[in-house]
């Protein structure tokens, strides 16, 4: 066809096919309806080419699922799981691990997604034994053949895939015999042959599609020199609680390396099932409303493996998903929506703010979006931003929307990004991203000491204050994450007493506005020395802190300090990474900038409770009262905070977040440093740069009355 609009998951130009069955007389017998779009798939070397461009695959595994009714999904559940995806950059899905409804793969056509389309093949323990045994060689091709029948005439469908975790053997490579010699046009891939050898041309898989390889093992692959075929990791960044560290690592690297294409993350859900707490029993379709926001309402939770009195089955592991049972999005979707972004801030120069177009076949012509301007001092500016016209992979610089006033502090540009019209996914500004580059780092902070005021320290030197109900300790220990529990590290941490250290105190040195303590906090791993020295200054009261972890307490939680507050400080309002939850390894997502919550919105209610609810990159914060009282801290240095109503041994006791009771006060964590999240639930651990090293970590803040 002359001028034909080709399919892309970008542009998914979809056109009216009506199909007449006529009699021998030229009536008609017969019809049918269909909607179908023009593309080409291909493997060129190392690439996978759609249309002939190298695409990256920004995917996500997704089994069909609804808290209320299980495995029984309806068309407008699909329809809501898709167009969330859309919004939060997804442009990928793997049908694992079975064909899905065909209706799934009409809204795929639709609304624009690849789709990796699974066969209903796995054997898990069995794997290897009927991998290669002949009886079973009709049921593997017949359910390979039968997908790629009645899925073959979907533009979404550019992949088919022999199945999920069944080994390998004659039996997988008489199906992708069969569906090569009937569907030239698509690749095939199948995980359980790409492991016996991501490169080897003679196996049943045309992509190497590994499960959770670790990076540096994907880029050694891609560098090596022996690559034959395209690397998208058919699962990769367990979704499991609070989790996806090192997700934008992974994808600077794939953006910066050929033969690195993407992957599915593992996965859309949390498979939890809406429970009555009073008789155990599964709310179903009378639960409908009785939940919001990720939280089930009162009576009920979100029920996991041992909740329904089973006595095998896999505890929380089925709650790994990017979004809760009810769909509302982890804070990982807002990470994952500006690594995806279509539209980036490259850097600053002289001539202005350079822009890129990051989509692979699509200008800017559906997009707008309004500077904003964040000063550290609080003042803030806005202007409507004239996008440039810039094909897919081109650059441009813009001048810049402001002139930067001369104080202020440290400053931030952000570029808000909404769509400029409705979509089939989304309404006319929907933000699309949000990228961001600094102007101006933060000055230097200078304190001026006063002698004539009194620092107050208890006993046991920790210090008094009328806003706070516990003075800051060192605080060595979180509430394990799945990652944590799963990945060996909790355990060790519970065996070198980080969770129950005794504090023991050294020295009190009084001088005129400052107290000097010195405290020993003994554990089985080790002791570690701590040195507090409180200094009264103007408007406030500084707080220098010092600990000296030894060599055995290589890879703790974190380093810093933990204090509680008076009831009645219900609003938290700060300068730095927000207002989504972020951490060391999982903050791209969160612009920096002026962010407010109350302090019951900061907690993440993952399924398992777990440390939640930090803010990473803090600069400041305030902790008020609706009469405006309150406390303000400010941080030497960008640092992790986390304020809640919980202690890290609360949520380490609790099964449930319908277990927690909350505090009355809150429950502020300040970090010189933090442990990464990773994904050690199943699969690497974070990096080593995001690891909490032995040695000897200094932090200071801030504290005065509102």
Avoid at 181 to 187: G, L, W
Avoid at 269 to 286: E, S, T
Avoid at 288 to 312: C, I, K, Q, S
């Amino acid at each position: 066809m002359p001028d034909v609009r080709t399919w892309t998951a970008e542009t998914p130009e979809l056109y009216g096919l009506t199909v007449r069955l006529h009699r021998a007389d030229g009536t008609v017998a017969d019809s049918s309806h269909h909607r179908t779009g023009f593309r080409d798939v291909e493997i060129i070397g190392r690439d996978l080419l759609v249309n002939g461009e190298r695409v990256f695959i920004r995917g996500v595994n997704r089994h069909d699922f609804h808290p209320l009714t299980g495995r029984t999904v309806s068309y407008d559940d699909m329809r809501a799981d898709l167009v969330l995806l859309k919004r939060f950059g997804f442009n990928a899905i793997r049908t694992a691990h079975y064909p899905n409804d065909p209706a799934l793969y009409d809204l795929a056509d639709e609304l624009g997604f690849y789709v990796v389309d699974e066969a209903d093949i796995e054997s898990h323990d069995h794997a290897h034994e009927i991998a290669d045994d002949p009886r079973y060689l009709g049921a593997f091709v017949d359910r390979v053949a039968r997908m790629v029948l009645r899925d073959k005439n979907h533009p979404s469908v550019i992949i088919w895939s022999l199945g999920n975790e069944s080994d390998y053997g004659a039996n997988h490579d008489a199906a992708a015999g069969w569906v090569r010699r009937h569907d030239p046009t698509r690749p095939v891939q199948y995980e359980g042959a790409a492991k016996r050898g991501w490169a080897d041309p003679d196996l049943a898989s045309d992509i190497a599609c590994p499960m959770y390889a670790p990076l540096q093992e994907c880029l050694a692959h891609a560098m090596s020199g022996t690559q034959t075929k395209p690397l998208i990791q058919c699962e990769y960044s367990h979704a499991m609680g609070n989790s996806n560290g090192t997700l934008a690592d992974h994808w600077e690297a794939i953006e910066a390396t050929p033969g690195l294409q993407g992957g599915f993350i593992w996965e859309f859900w949390d498979h939890g099932i809406l429970q009555r707490v009073n008789d155990g029993r599964p709310a179903g379709r009378g639960g409908a409303g009785l939940y919001d926001n990720g939280v089930a309402a009162p009576g009920h939770r979100w029920a996991y493996g041992g909740d329904f009195g089973e006595t095998d089955h896999d505890g929380a592991f089925i709650a790994d998903g990017v979004v809760f049972p009810d769909r509302t999005p982890k804070p990982v979707m807002f990470e994952h929506r500006e690594i995806a972004a279509p539209l980036r801030i490259e850097c600053f120069r002289h001539e202005g703010v350079v822009l890129g177009n990051h989509q692979h076949f699509r200008g800017l012509d559906w997009l707008s979006g309004e500077w904003q301007l964040a000063l550290a001092d609080g003042g803030t500016r806005t202007a409507p931003a004239e996008l440039p016209d810039l094909r897919p992979g081109e650059t441009a610089a813009v001048p810049l929307p402001f002139e930067l006033p001369e104080d202020g502090g440290e400053a931030w540009l952000t570029l808000r990004v909404t769509t400029a019209r409705d979509e089939p996914w989304a309404p006319r500004g929907t933000v699309v991203c949000l990228p961001q580059v600094r102007l101006r780092h933060a000055p230097p902070t200078r304190h001026a000491p006063v002698t004539h005021r009194a620092v107050e320290v208890d006993e046991d030197g920790l210090l008094v204050h009328p806003l706070l109900t516990a003075g800051p300790t060192l605080s060595l220990w979180r509430a394990p994450t799945d990652n944590d529990e799963l990945g060996g590290m909790a355990a060790r941490w519970r065996d070198w007493g980080l969770d129950a250290l005794t504090r023991k105190v050294v020295a009190v040195r009084r001088d005129p506005g400052r107290v000097a303590v010195v405290s020993d906090h003994l554990g089985p791993g080790g002791t570690v020395r701590h040195e507090q020295v409180f200094t009264a200054v103007e408007g406030g009261l500084l707080v220098e802190e010092c600990a000296e972890l030894p060599e055995a307490l290589d890879d703790v939680a974190r380093v810093g300090s933990v204090f509680e507050t008076a009831a009645g400080l219900n609003l938290l309002e700060w300068f730095g990474q927000g207002p989504w939850e972020s951490y060391p390894d999982r903050g791209a997502g969160a612009p920096v900038g002026h962010h407010s919550l109350p302090v019951d919105e900061l907690f993440t209610p993952y399924l398992r409770p777990q440390e939640s609810g930090g803010r990473h990159g803090v600069r400041r914060f305030t902790l008020s009262a609706p009469d405006a009282t309150g406390l303000a801290v400010r941080l030497d240095r960008p640092r992790q905070v986390c304020v809640t109503r919980h202690r890290a041994a609360d949520l380490a006791s609790a099964a449930h977040p319908d277990e927690l009771v909350s505090r009355a006060g809150c429950v502020v964590h300040i970090d010189a440093a933090h442990r990464g999240l990773g994904t050690a639930s199943c699969g690497p651990d974070t990096f080593a740069s995001y690891l909490v090293a032995a040695g000897v970590h200094r932090w200071s803040w801030t504290l005065r009355v509102l």
